[in-house]
């Protein structure tokens, strides 16, 4: 889509003018490319965001249709729709105008602020995970029994078997897959939290990014967090602090954490060899994971 209709500051004030004029003279700058979306910082308190993959509209629309409910109840500063573009002869998909959320993504910064940022992301996730309803969307990856990612996890820790510790990793794998599964109904998941889906200031973690994964499930694939996104040691005062995962919980969050770092590790891999679709910076993230995944017991 993108080789067609090129997205720059032209088409997007384009946009504005066309389907949103009394916003479409506020100042555009900060452009950045992530996996699924382009965003354009729109003056101060707004994003403009622009689908840059075949999914990434779906993706919008979801979050569209559920984020605005959900936001109120979360401590942390999210990225909440408040407009959609509709498809036209400029543009030919769905987009969004959802506010801003400052911060610097954490792929790219440090957590110095260790207890701070375990009670955030803990308050954050307590204040997630409540009761989906029944309409709420699934997620063929996220939220779903890691039995079912088997093939997956398997064929991907192979790939990436020199230089990490394979037996180890697997260790943590096996035992999670043999926990117990949830026992209460599914609760809503952000899905996809890694380091470049939270922002930090201060130190600290400021605010959660990209719902595009959004969806119900099993509360450990967002609980794998604890090992994705903070520093080692931290996870014993992150659970502390959430309150609400028993000892097989805390298993499948260990097990969803190792399957995330193998993914981070092969996108961080293609950034290495200049590939489509990779991120160095990613890698790095993967195996601080595997790291404290190792060293935190």
Same mark, same amino acid.
């Given at each position: 889509?993108?080789?067609?209709?090129?997205?720059?500051?032209?088409?997007?004030?384009?946009?504005?003018?066309?389907?949103?004029?009394?916003?479409? $003279?506020?100042?555009?700058?900060?452009?950045?490319?992530?996996?699924?979306?382009?965003?354009?910082?729109?003056?101060?308190?707004?994003?403009?965001?622009?689908?840059?993959?075949?999914?990434?509209?779906?993706?919008?629309?979801?979050?569209?249709?559920?984020?605005?409910?959900?936001?109120?109840?979360?401590?942390?500063?999210?990225?909440?729709?408040?407009?959609?573009?509709?498809?036209?002869?400029?543009?030919?998909?769905?987009?969004?105008?959802?506010?801003?959320?400052?911060?610097?993504?954490?792929?790219?910064?440090?957590?110095?602020?260790?207890?701070?940022?375990?009670?955030?992301?803990?308050?954050?996730?307590?204040?997630?995970?409540?009761?989906?309803?029944?309409?709420?969307?699934?997620?063929?990856?996220?939220?779903?029994?890691?039995?079912?990612?088997?093939? $997956?996890?398997?064929?991907?820790?192979?790939?990436?078997?020199?230089?990490?510790?394979?037996?180890?990793?697997?260790?943590?794998?096996?035992?999670?897959?043999?926990?117990?599964?949830?026992?209460?109904?599914?609760?809503?998941?952000?899905?996809?939290?890694?380091?470049?889906?939270?922002?930090?200031?201060?130190?600290?973690?400021?605010?959660?990014? $990209?719902?595009?994964?959004?969806?119900?499930?099993?509360?450990?694939? $967002?609980?794998?967090?604890?090992?994705?996104?903070?520093?080692?040691?931290?996870?014993?005062?992150?659970?502390?602090?959430?309150?609400?995962?028993?000892?097989?919980?805390?298993?499948?969050?260990?097990?969803?954490?190792?399957?995330?770092?193998?993914?981070?590790?092969?996108?961080?891999?293609?950034?290495?060899?200049?590939?489509?679709?990779?991120?160095?910076?990613?890698?790095?993230?993967?195996?601080?994971?595997?790291?404290?995944?190792?060293?935190?017991?």
């Amino acid at each position: 889509m993108s080789d067609v209709f090129e997205i720059d500051e032209a088409l997007v004030r384009s946009l504005l003018h066309e389907q949103h004029p009394d916003l479409a $003279d506020l100042d555009l700058h900060g452009t950045v490319t992530g996996w699924d979306n382009q965003l354009w910082r729109l003056g101060d308190e707004l994003a403009v965001r622009l689908p840059c993959t075949e999914r990434a509209p779906d993706l919008l629309r979801k979050e569209h249709h559920w984020l605005p409910a959900l936001a109120p109840r979360l401590p942390l500063p999210v990225p909440t729709p408040l407009r959609i573009g509709e498809p036209s002869t400029r543009f030919p998909k769905h987009w969004t105008i959802a506010t801003w959320v400052p911060g610097e993504p954490l792929d790219r910064a440090t957590i110095s602020r260790d207890d701070h940022a375990a009670d955030a992301l803990a308050e954050f996730l307590r204040a997630l995970h409540v009761d989906a309803p029944a309409d709420a969307p699934a997620n063929p990856s996220r939220g779903v029994p890691l039995g079912t990612l088997a093939h $997956d996890f398997t064929e991907g820790l192979k790939d990436i078997a020199s230089g990490v510790d394979f037996t180890g990793a697997r260790d943590i794998w096996e035992d999670a897959v043999s926990a117990p599964g949830p026992q209460g109904p599914p609760v809503w998941l952000h899905g996809d939290l890694h380091p470049a889906n939270v922002v930090v200031s201060g130190g600290t973690l400021s605010g959660v990014i $990209d719902f595009g994964e959004m969806c119900a499930g099993d509360p450990a694939t $967002d609980l794998s967090a604890a090992w994705l996104l903070l520093p080692a040691g931290a996870a014993a005062r992150f659970f502390d602090t959430y309150a609400h995962a028993d000892e097989a919980t805390v298993r499948r969050a260990r097990g969803w954490a190792v399957y995330r770092a193998v993914g981070l590790i092969h996108i961080g891999r293609a950034g290495e060899q200049g590939l489509p679709g990779g991120k160095r910076t990613w890698g790095v993230a993967g195996r601080a994971t595997l790291d404290r995944l190792l060293t935190d017991g």
